[in-house]
């Protein structure tokens, strides 16, 4: 086995590559590990020429192994790795983001990077995967214009925390780029201020720095020649005919001052026809396509930079019109939002229930974890125009479903106090640029609506960026606001943040450049702030704050506390005490967990039904206690009572305990099924009730027209032995 290692002090710990022949058959490989995770980057271009494609053809596959966390995972029934997780395909999203705006747009060879993680420990392998993803392509023959660095940071700026670090942070930050800049960011954090955020870009940075001369040496001594990726020469007569009927007429059709793309698209089509209409340009239509596209960001970026102009004529920092309702929808949703920016219309749907209906996470980082919050994301053909396939989930909807997540997940009040399962799905109804932050919108207004006492409402705006075709000489450029349409197809950037009045909750950030300079994210955050605070006045507008209590046809959920050593009594041997209390009181579930919290969760009163059951179920009874007991056996030194459905709630009325005088025999005062009030006299050492009836009801005997006794027997003084 040949092998070769390189490594690098990166936060506390050693990055390590190891360039070995174990892929032999990849044109690029590396085994990176940092700490005890450790992961495989692969890295394959294809020989053939997708000729019948208008876009690069890359595949990013993020490959989770159950091995990896040194665990025999899966169902009983399937213990082989199945479909990715949502958290493979996030990070697998992640290198993708990465890595794609660094190949040459022209490209048409598939190319194929597949991250395996070999092994888990308490560091993520997502910015590992990067890491491994940049030095399996930047040494292959592979044309690409890495090297690229990604690193995480936590609080007061810790690079690359763990798992455990991570898990109550206020920020956790994730940034790649190259030579200064950033190209791609994921942010999860807890109201943050927009200057922390900045010293995190910042920070990030300084790490990329040490990452990138340390990949520059591996490649300087390990690396192959690149193959050629040179953009072909386009035949005179194609520039030739768009230079002569075209080019004079793009500004007006890219700048229409209409919200949508229709009229380049018209231009489009009659360029597209008259290169068909000749032979020799028509067996070219796909690179006369890519052509007419890159005049038409040529002109976006011209009209953006040189004349300050925008697509629908907008001032680069004013957000399209806005539009906030809640609920109205039907009252059988437990809540619901609906929210208007522009072109994009996005309607969430809250859905309540109890802890059981939690979510199960069994994956190679968690297992078995319960979620007990949820955003769903759809976004059906109809949405931009067009027709497809309905049903299933793809990458797209999973990344921008968990990125409204993430926004939300900072404000969601805590289990404690909310014990709820929430879940929102988000129905992206018409599509003009950033439904996921459309999508945070509408679900604030629907928690809000279902009255879910979140901390503060979010809201979310896309950020876009025009940069100068000689942005390296003349440092020309534009930030825009709220973009849509043709700026999001042909702009530079997509830099979406969320957060509250307070500070931001979740940022994500795609690139079409190699990197952008933290002074321009710094200003772009600034921006995306003052763009939140409008869109949070419109919602706040229609709903102040959350409704006051959550919806009549969502379920009452009430809870209580037991002992640990309790829960055995509750449940029953095998279920069945809390069975027959599921059936009795018809609740819609009990969830008891490890630490004694029981949760009920039902509608029309049940919950408080079954909760009455269960507390008397574990009540520790005192004496001085008074009870309304039912007589359940006779003996002939007394009558046995039932204060409670526990299996100690039984006790004893002694023969003396009945009245103030002595009786001839028990029978004579009560019977088997008789209601009688009794009052606790003591709790013997065995913690058995003794019980009095002339203590809690003087009036007892005199109402049942008892005698003092003519002829009785000797009276015990105590509980006999045999009775217990």
């Known amino acids: 086995m040949q092998s070769k290692s390189f490594s690098l002090e990166v936060g506390k710990k050693s990055m390590i590559a190891e360039f070995t022949d174990l892929a032999e058959q990849a044109q690029g490989s590396v085994i990176l590990r940092y700490g005890d995770t450790a992961v495989l980057a692969t890295a394959v271009m294809s020989s053939r020429t997708r000729d019948d494609i208008d876009y690069f053809p890359l595949t990013v596959d993020f490959e989770e192994?159950?091995?990896?966390?040194?665990?025999?995972?899966?169902?009983?029934?399937?213990?082989?790795?199945?479909?990715?997780?949502?958290?493979?395909?996030?990070?697998g999203r992640i290198v993708d983001r990465t890595i794609r705006p660094l190949f040459a747009a022209h490209m048409r060879q598939e190319v194929q990077v597949v991250i395996t993680v070999l092994a888990l420990g308490e560091d993520d392998p997502a910015q590992l995967a990067v890491?491994?993803?940049?030095?399996?392509?930047?040494?292959?023959?592979?044309?690409?214009?890495?090297?690229?660095?990604?690193?995480?940071?936590?609080?007061?700026?810790?690079?690359?925390?763990?798992?455990?670090?991570?898990?109550?942070?206020?920020?956790?930050?994730?940034?790649?780029?190259?030579d200064g800049t950033i190209n791609m960011i994921e942010v999860g954090s807890k109201q943050i201020t927009e200057d922390v955020i900045a010293a995190g870009f910042g920070k990030a940075v300084e790490e990329h720095n040490k990452i990138l001369d340390w990949q520059k040496k591996i490649i300087q001594e390990?690396?192959?020649?690149?193959?050629?990726?040179?953009?072909?020469?386009?035949?005179?007569?194609?520039?030739?005919?768009?230079?002569?009927?075209?080019?004079?007429?793009?500004?007006?059709?890219?700048?229409?001052?209409?919200?949508?793309?229709?009229?380049?698209?018209?231009?489009?089509?009659?360029?597209?026809?008259?290169?068909?209409?000749?032979?020799?340009?028509?067996?070219?239509?796909?690179?006369?396509?890519?052509?007419?596209?890159?005049?038409?960001?040529?002109?976006?970026?011209?009209?953006?930079?040189?004349e300050n102009k925008r697509a629908d004529n907008r001032p680069m920092d004013q957000i399209r019109p806005l539009f906030a309702k809640a609920g109205g929808v039907s009252p059988v949703l437990h809540g619901s939002g609906i929210f208007y920016r522009g072109g994009t219309h996005v309607f969430t749907a809250l859905t309540l229930g109890g802890p059981g209906e939690n979510q199960i996470i069994d994956t190679m980082e968690k297992h078995d974890t319960k979620q007990r919050f949820m955003h769903h994301y759809n976004f059906p053909p109809y949405s931009s125009g067009e027709t497809g396939r309905m049903g299933g989930i793809n990458r797209r909807a999973t990344g921008h479903g968990a990125l409204a997540q993430k926004a939300l997940e900072a404000v969601l009040p805590s289990a404690e106090d909310f014990p709820y399962t929430i879940r929102l799905v988000s129905e992206c109804l018409a599509s003009n640029g950033s439904t996921s932050m459309g999508s945070a919108c509408a679900s604030t207004i629907a928690l809000m609506d279902g009255g879910v006492p979140i901390k503060a409402p979010?809201?979310?705006?896309?950020?876009?960026?025009?940069?100068?075709?000689?942005?390296?000489?003349?440092?020309?450029?534009?930030?825009?606001?709220?973009?849509?349409?043709?700026?999001?197809e042909f702009g530079d950037m997509d830099f979406k943040v969320a957060g509250t009045r307070a500070g931001?909750?979740?940022?994500?950030?795609?690139?079409?450049?190699?990197?952008?300079?933290?002074?321009?994210?710094?200003?772009?955050l600034a921006g995306a702030k003052a763009a939140r605070l409008q869109i949070l006045d419109v919602i706040e507008k229609e709903i102040q704050a959350p409704r006051p209590n959550i919806s009549p046809r969502a379920p009452e959920i009430?809870?209580?506390?037991?002992?640990?050593?309790?829960?055995?009594?509750?449940?029953?041997?095998?279920?069945?005490?809390?069975?027959?209390?599921?059936?009795?009181?018809?609740?819609?579930?009990?969830?008891?967990?490890?630490?004694g919290s029981v949760?009920?969760?039902?509608?029309?009163?049940?919950?408080?039904?079954a909760k009455a059951m269960i507390e008397a179920l574990v009540k520790e009874y005192k004496p001085g206690e008074v009870?309304?007991?039912?007589?359940?056996?006779?003996?002939?030194?007394?009558?046995?009572?039932?204060?409670?459905?526990?299996?100690?709630?039984?006790?004893?009325?002694?023969?003396?305990?009945?009245?103030?005088?002595?009786?001839?025999?028990?029978?004579?005062?009560?019977?088997?099924?008789?209601?009688?009030?009794?009052?606790?006299?003591?709790?013997?050492?065995?913690?058995?009730?003794?019980?009095?009836?002339?203590?809690?009801?003087?009036?007892?005997?005199?109402?049942?027209?008892?005698?003092?006794?003519?002829?009785?027997g000797p009276e015990h003084t105590t509980r006999p032995e045999h009775s217990a």
């Open 599 to 609: 949760f009920i969760t039902g509608k029309g009163g049940s919950a408080a039904k």
């Open 222 to 306: 390990i690396g192959k020649p690149k193959k050629d990726a040179a953009k072909p020469e386009l035949p005179a007569a194609l520039t030739d005919l768009y230079a002569a009927e075209f080019a004079s007429r793009m500004s007006a059709a890219v700048f229409c001052g209409a919200p949508s793309k229709d009229a380049i698209h018209a231009l489009e089509d009659e360029y597209m026809k008259r290169v068909g209409e000749t032979e020799e340009l028509g067996k070219l239509k796909g690179a006369a396509k890519r052509f007419f596209e890159d005049k038409v960001d040529e002109e976006i970026h011209r009209g953006a930079v040189e």
């Open 627 to 712: 009870y309304d007991g039912e007589v359940t056996r006779l003996m002939d030194f007394g009558a046995f009572v039932r204060v409670g459905p526990g299996k100690d709630a039984e006790g004893l009325v002694h023969v003396s305990e009945v009245a103030p005088f002595k009786i001839n025999k028990i029978s004579d005062a009560v019977a088997i099924g008789d209601k009688v009030r009794v009052m606790i006299k003591e709790i013997d050492e065995k913690g058995r009730i003794n019980l009095s009836i002339k203590m809690a009801d003087p009036e007892f005997a005199i109402r049942h027209g008892l005698t003092p006794a003519t002829n009785a």
């Open 65 to 91: 192994r159950y091995y990896a966390a040194g665990a025999i995972l899966g169902s009983q029934y399937m213990r082989r790795e199945g479909r990715p997780s949502e958290a493979a395909i996030l990070n």
């Open 504 to 524: 931001v909750t979740a940022i994500q950030m795609d690139i079409k450049l190699d990197g952008i300079p933290v002074e321009i994210l710094t200003e772009a």
């Open 131 to 178: 890491n491994a993803a940049s030095l399996a392509l930047a040494t292959s023959p592979i044309p690409w214009g890495g090297p690229v660095a990604a690193v995480r940071i936590g609080d007061n700026l810790a690079v690359n925390p763990t798992y455990q670090e991570r898990e109550n942070a206020s920020l956790d930050l994730l940034a790649c780029g190259k």
């Open 558 to 595: 009430l809870s209580l506390t037991v002992k640990p050593d309790q829960i055995g009594m509750v449940i029953g041997g095998g279920g069945k005490t809390i069975n027959g209390i599921r059936d009795i009181t018809k609740v819609d579930d009990i969830t008891i967990e490890d630490d």
């Open 458 to 488: 979010v809201a979310g705006i896309a950020m876009g960026l025009m940069l100068s075709a000689d942005y390296a000489q003349d440092k020309k450029y534009k930030v825009l606001t709220d973009i849509q349409g043709p700026e999001d």
